[in-house]
């Protein structure tokens, strides 16, 4: 029994399937391809990937999103996103590979001035990631469709214009590699999305931009920026 009536969870559609897949944890890699980590003024390295965390409530698939409130400089990054369907703590890297459910496409949106503002004052920068449909999402295409996805071309349009381009095997920590270290931290479980980091490219969006993530085994997903 609850005081109120708890929230539905939130759930991504699932190519071909009535099924729905429904979240439990959004874990966001940071700089996981080099030249994006480049255009950020970093330095790419071999060393342990970090991340941060989305809400759940934050992924949305929904066609039109407004655009980001208290930000004058909102920004894509358009990435291939794990799911689980399975967990567990310490996983081999067999055990990592087959808890994964299947892939989407999906946008971190992201409020750059605010992060870059609370990040050079020291303080965590989560607002620049956390807010009203900070990730729209592709639909979920399982495993069995797609086989294990190392490879192929990821790219984002702008009403039509090539922003962003690169392919999947220039991450720095391919999914597998992910799903282990993540577990090493914390038990990960069914249920749990990895937004796996983005290519260069990164640039500013525009209320009514129309943007367009396609991703190699997953097709396509557009999303539009209302005012």
């Known amino acids: 029994m609850y005081l109120f009536e708890p929230s539905a969870r939130p759930a991504l559609t699932i190519a071909g399937d009535e099924r729905m897949f429904p979240i439990r944890q959004v874990y966001c890699i940071g700089r996981n391809y080099a030249d994006h980590a480049a255009e950020m003024g970093f ?31 909102l920004q894509h ?32 949106l992201t409020r750059r001035d605010l992060q870059i503002k609370n990040r050079d004052q020291g303080r965590p920068w989560e607002i620049g990631k956390v807010f009203d449909d900070a990730a729209p ?22 009403n039509g214009e090539t922003r ?15 799903i282990c270290y993540l577990s ?28 367009t993530a396609k991703c190699a085994g997953v097709g396509e997903m557009s999303v539009t920026l209302s005012d």
Do not use: W
Request: charged content about 15%; overall charge negative; glycine content about 10%.
């Open 184 to 211: 090493t931290l914390q038990t990960l479980h069914a249920g749990d999305l990895i937004f796996t980091g983005t290519p260069a490219g990164v640039s500013d969006l525009q209320p009514g931009d129309r943007l």
């Open 164 to 178: 962003q381009q690169g392919d999947l095997n220039q991450m720095i920590h391919d999914p597998v590699a992910l």
């Open 77 to 108: 990054e358009v990435e291939l996103v794990v799911a689980l369907k399975s967990g567990g703590r310490g996983l081999t890297p067999e055990q990592a590979q087959v808890a994964i459910a299947g892939y989407a496409v999906g946008l971190d």
């Open 137 to 158: 999402c592709s639909a979920l295409h399982l495993v069995e469709d797609t086989g294990y996805l190392t490879e192929g071309p990821i790219e984002l349009l702008i």
């Open 43 to 73: 330095e790419a390295t071999p060393e342990s990937p970090f991340y941060f965390l989305k809400p759940a409530e934050c992924v949305t698939q929904k066609p039109v999103v407004p655009f980001a409130v208290g930000t004058q400089k």
